[in-house]
Structures are given as structure tokens and as C-alpha cells.
């Protein structure tokens, strides 16, 4: 595939040196042949309205979101899925030919199509997930898990409040668990997902007990840096399936690259090495 229109679209946030998402993007541009950039931005947040309508001005198709600006994207936008509304935050925009701005939220997108690629025999449907975390990512894994199928979701987070606040929203299928008990949850998990930062690279240190951890289990950690976190490690040893987050990331992506693009990307093997690299 050959275009001639220049293209443009990439990531904001504050920080977002780290962003591995020009890497990816970059990649599928080169992989289709396609004439265009994707770049990332700091953008503060008192200037984050400015900069996204100044945006298709200057030629861009839209934009990723992170950090601190997902609820201000959703805020800002003229539309808005109904899963990002559910999530309360967008990651994707895209900037129409009418002038308005279109939200999405794809992490859930992203969280189950990796699990479906990684894991095959994978089943959202074959009992219980456990959640660990109850932050904003924990939110877009709620929905898309209740969403697939999943009949209840064990959620546990340090500030119980969190958590209950997340039923409150969600219902009768999100049973809140003390955070002492974490680790006794997880006997009766099909699927246990970390949210938290616990075992990320410079972030703290992963303490939850997982003697009652299930060899039949999935366990999946949204954390990629390190790739193989201590969650998955430990799982890996008890002789569970294992997914780390890298596939999360690289998913996500998808619908936005080919709503600016015009080209649905694939994730494969070189996609993952182009953002490893």
C-alpha cells in the first residue's frame, strides 16, 4: 500500500520520553508503506485543551492519550464510545473531517485480543478473574472482562475504598476482597490480572502471597518493563499460563493507527521486536 497524503498523528502525555508507541507505530508505517509520522508530544496539563484542537490544524488525523490526560481527552471530546464512557477515560482520539473530536478508549480492546493471541485456549467465560489494583487500568480490564463473559470479578486493592467504589459502578458481579486476603482469592481465579505497579522497573516492590495460586490459572500483568515481572515468574514455576503486557500495548494500538492510517495493523513477532528494540 502506497499513499501520497502525508500523515501525521502520536502520543501525549507528561512525561512521555518513555512512550514505546512511536517505535510501533513507526514500524507498521514502514511495514504498509505508508507516507507519514507518528511522534510523541509533552503536553502539561493546563495546556492539553489547546494543544489537541490545535492539532488538526497542523495536520494531524489524532491522537493517543496517557498520562494524566485520559479523563480531560474524554472531557474534551464532541464524541464518545460507550466504552470509553464506561471506563471514564479515553486513550484514542481521532480528529473527523467535520471538525469533531471522536473519543475511544481501546485498552480493553487491547487487554483481551493479547490474551487471545497469547494464550488460545484462553476463556473469559471459565470462571472467576481476579483483579488486582483499582485504578484507572483496572477499570478498562473490568469492563472488557464482564463484557467477554467473565461471571465475577474478585477485586482487591490496598485502599478498599477503590474497589468498592468500582462495584458500586459495575454491580452484584464485582465482589470486593480485603487486601490481607488477596492471595487467598486467587484459589479461586480462572484469570488473575496485576493493575498495579508492583514489580515494575523502578516502581515497588511486588508483595502478595501466591501459595494458593492455580496451576490451571492465567496469570497476565499489565506491567511490560520488566517483561517477565515477579506475578508472572512465580505463576510460571506453579506451571500457569502466562502473559505479560508488551501484547496489551502493542493491541491497544490497532484501532487508532488504522482509523489515522487507514491500514489495520497486525501484531506479530516483528512488531514486538520493533518495540523491544
Known amino acids: 500500500m502506497t499513499e501520497t497524503r502525508y500523515r501525521l498523528a502520536g502520543v501525549l502525555g507528561s512525561p512521555i520520553a ?33 494543544v489537541v484542537r490545535t492539532l488538526p490544524k497542523m495536520g494531524f488525523a489524532g491522537c493517543n492519550v496517557t498520562i494524566p490526560h485520559k479523563v480531560a481527552a474524554l472531557e474534551l471530546a464532541d464524541q464518545v464510545t460507550d466504552r470509553a464512557t464506561l471506563i471514564g477515560a479515553a486513550n484514542t482520539l481521532i480528529f473527523r473531517p467535520d471538525g469533531k473530536i471522536h473519543a475511544d478508549n481501546t485498552d480493553g480492546y487491547g487487554f483481551i485480543s493479547n490474551l487471545h493471541q497469547m494464550a488460545p485456549d484462553w476463556s473469559p467465560t471459565s470462571g472467576p478473574a481476579a483483579v488486582l489494583g483499582a485504578g484507572g487500568a483496572a477499570r478498562a480490564i473490568i469492563v472488557s472482562l464482564l463484557d ?13 475504598v477503590n474497589a468498592e467504589n468500582l462495584r458500586a459502578v459495575f454491580g452484584s458481579r464485582i465482589t470486593v476482597v480485603d487486601w490481607v486476603h488477596a492471595g487467598a482469592m486467587l484459589a479461586e481465579a480462572a484469570t488473575v490480572v496485576n493493575t498495579t505497579s508492583m ?19 492465567l496469570v497476565t500483568d499489565l506491567v511490560y518493563n520488566p517483561l517477565e515481572t515477579p506475578i508472572l515468574a512465580a505463576a510460571a514455576q506453579i506451571g500457569c499460563t502466562t502473559v505479560d ?33
Open 18 to 50: 518513555q512512550s514505546k508507541s512511536p517505535k510501533l507505530h513507526r514500524h507498521w508505517l514502514r511495514t504498509y508503506g505508508i507516507s507519514g509520522d507518528y511522534v510523541a508530544l509533552p503536553v502539561e496539563r493546563e495546556d492539553f485543551a489547546t
Open 148 to 160: 467477554a463473559g467473565t461471571p465475577e470479578i474478585l477485586l482487591s486493592n490496598r485502599t478498599k
Open 199 to 217: 514489580g515494575m522497573t523502578g516502581g515497588p516492590e511486588f508483595r502478595l502471597n501466591l501459595d494458593h495460586l492455580r496451576p490451571q490459572s
Open 245 to 277: 503486557g508488551l501484547g496489551m500495548l502493542l493491541h491497544q494500538a490497532v484501532p487508532g493507527f488504522e482509523r489515522w492510517f487507514g491500514q489495520k495493523p497486525v501484531v506479530d513477532a516483528a512488531a514486538r521486536a520493533a518495540v523491544l528494540a
